[in-house]
Nanobody
């Protein structure tokens, strides 16, 4: 069973930077849309940023100008560069992806694969 494996979380002071990475644990045919979500304590999970296979990106308003999503299609790896971090960015960050894993089941536009989550803590 293919899973998404995240890395790069940690603790940082406000104003600092972190870079998250996410890659599938096994062989896949292709990666289609990919995204980062986050969930802070007591809050609902929110979509932070997404990127299509051709590089079209979206960002939630609160991170525009500070976060950059990118991907390496040769490695099917997703990244999130987070700069100028704020205390309100503290959350568990999850990557999600629409992957072509089974030859009979190509990408279908849904984030069917999720990472285990990585904690990002920003202190003042």
């Amino acid at each position: 069973q293919v899973q998404l494996v995240e890395s790069g979380g940690g603790s940082v002071q406000a104003g600092g930077s972190l870079k998250l990475s996410c890659a599938p644990s096994g062989y896949i045919f292709s990666s289609c849309a990919m995204a980062w979500f986050r969930q802070a304590p007591g809050k609902e999970r929110e979509l932070v940023s997404s990127i299509t296979s051709d590089g079209t990106t979206t960002y939630v308003e609160s991170v525009k100008g500070r976060f950059t999503i990118s991907r390496d299609n040769t490695k099917h790896t997703l990244y999130l560069q987070m700069n100028s971090l704020k205390t309100e960015d503290t959350a568990v960050y999850y990557c999600a992806a629409d992957l072509w894993v089974d030859l009979r089941v190509p990408c279908n536009g849904e984030y069917a694969y999720w990472g285990q989550g990585t904690q990002v803590t920003v202190s003042s």
